[in-house]
T-cell receptor
């Protein structure tokens, strides 16, 4: 069974640009969560999606957005990039009930490392 | 919302010694506490979890204890080996009795464990 796949793995952008990151969950996993990982700050929750709906959102500015497609694949977008957005962005998928409650562990992808110059 | 504090941020032990990592949480409704291990350059992976209806759980050299009254939980690694060197993250969320988690899975900032041969 293929794991969680994130693309691109590495990217460099300049301030003011925007970026879109993609995540393909494990087959059958309908819950997808996104985290930002930076040194010293650990894993900070961005948002969680289930059935194309955002279920939870972390404390990030509106420049951070996401969506989920009918096949459970998810994308996140960061607009007007700032230097502080440089980080590893991790996607994680999980099994879920029909109501969207996660029933299993989070399986993480390898992440997309974003560098903003 | 939930807040998870993790200590220490770095921990260095000699091979064969024990290591203890402690976390506290703020939301008394949280009842699910997983621990993830992230080796250098790799994705976080679940190593053990505990629910608030038990006080301790063991898996070979790893154990987790939970004190609901004090709202803290700890990871214990005995007979440490060099391959235990990694960053360890604790986390907390609400999990319904009949299965499934609602709300975000909130992580601590991580503990970098170094095991010296």
């Amino acid at each position: 069974k293929a794991g969680v796949t994130q693309t691109p793995r590495y990217l460099i952008k300049t301030r003011g640009q925007q970026v879109t990151l993609s995540c393909s969950p494990i087959s059958g996993h309908r819950s997808v969560s996104w985290y930002q990982q930076t040194p010293g700050q650990g894993l900070q929750f961005l948002f969680e999606y289930f059935s194309e709906t955002q279920r939870n959102k972390g404390n990030f500015p509106g420049r951070f957005s996401g969506r989920q497609f009918s096949n459970s694949r998810s994308e996140m977008n960061v607009s007007t990039l700032e230097l502080g957005d440089s980080a590893l962005y991790l996607c994680a998928s999980s099994l879920a009930t029909s109501g969207g409650a996660r029933t299993g562990e989070l399986f993480f992808g390898e992440g997309s490392r974003l560098t903003v110059l | 919302g939930e807040n998870v504090e993790q200590h220490p941020s770095t921990l260095s032990v000699q091979e064969g010694d024990s290591a203890v990592i402690k976390c506290t949480y703020s939301d008394s409704a949280s009842n699910y506490f997983p621990w993830y291990k992230q080796e250098l350059g790799k994705r976080p992976q679940l190593i053990i979890d505990i629910r608030s209806n038990v006080g301790e759980k063991k898996d070979q050299r790893i154990a987790v204890t939970l004190n609901k009254t004090a709202k803290h939980f700890s990871l214990h690694i005995t007979e440490t080996q060099p391959e235990d060197s990694a960053v360890y993250f604790c986390a907390a969320s609400i999990r319904w009795d009949y299965g499934g988690s609602q709300g975000n899975l909130i992580f601590g900032k991580g503990t970098k464990l170094s095991v010296k041969p």
